[in-house]
């Protein structure tokens, strides 16, 4: 019998188990742990992203409505900010220095080279603190027929910390493109799949020589 995270599973063996069996066993359940701790953390802004999607979706222009969508907001920005720290303990913590620094290199690379990034990273604490981040509501039909909702930001809440912080300007947001919210949060949330896929891609990558021996290992006992 191995036991799973959150899971038991039943194996039959036509012989006596072994050390190299309880052995493998162990290891096989440690693995896994880890990679479980990695995807329970990022469904946790996933679930926030898609509540999002929703909530827009059902968005009316009422005070009530703005206010749902703006807490939203708050909710996904809140648990995207929770997994990029989670992201950095974890790697720091199960992979090598090596790769741990290439993982950092990655992230302080995602930080640099896009906008949508540090918009999203910074303005979870200017949501935290002024709930009425959201300005107009502009409604359009686009080529399927269907009716979008582009949501803007409330310009009087940013501040000249947030444009040093994001290397922007008041001059930025004055074109609405770069002022409407949703693009820079699906940009910053596909910046945080990457960030969650690379931590994944270099766990296996280092420890391809365990898996590859237990893979032998099953093989050779049949």
């Not at 996904?76 to 620094?101: A, H, P, V």
């Not at 444009?163 to 949330?189: C, G, Q, V, W």
């Amino acid at each position: 019998m191995v036991t799973l995270p959150n899971k038991t599973m039943s194996i039959k063996l036509n012989r006596a188990l072994d050390s190299d069996d309880r052995e493998l066993a162990h290891t096989f359940a440690e693995t896994l742990g880890l990679l479980n701790q990695l995807v329970k953390i990022f469904y946790i802004c996933n679930d926030a992203h898609d509540y999002l999607i929703f909530s827009i979706n059902r968005l009316e222009n009422t005070v009530e409505s703005h206010t749902h969508v703006a807490r939203a907001i708050i909710d996904f920005l809140s648990d995207s900010r929770l997994i990029i720290n989670y992201l950095e303990n974890w790697t720091k913590s199960n992979l090598s220095s090596e790769y741990y620094q290439k993982w950092l290199e990655f992230e302080h690379g995602m930080f640099d080279r896009f906008v949508s990034y540090r918009i999203g990273y910074h303005l979870r604490n200017i949501a935290q603190h002024k709930i009425f981040i959201i300005g107009k509501i502009n409604e359009h039909i686009v080529d399927n027929g269907k009716l979008k909702k582009d949501i803007y930001l409330n310009k009087s809440v940013l501040d000249n910390n947030f444009y040093n912080k994001t290397k922007t300007s008041a001059n930025f947001f004055e074109n609405d493109r770069n002022l409407s919210i949703m693009p820079h949060l699906e940009n910053y949330f596909l910046g945080i799949q990457y960030l969650y896929l690379d931590a994944g891609r270099k766990f296996f990558d280092e420890n391809k020589e365990k898996i590859n021996q237990m893979i032998k290992l099953c093989e050779s006992k049949g």
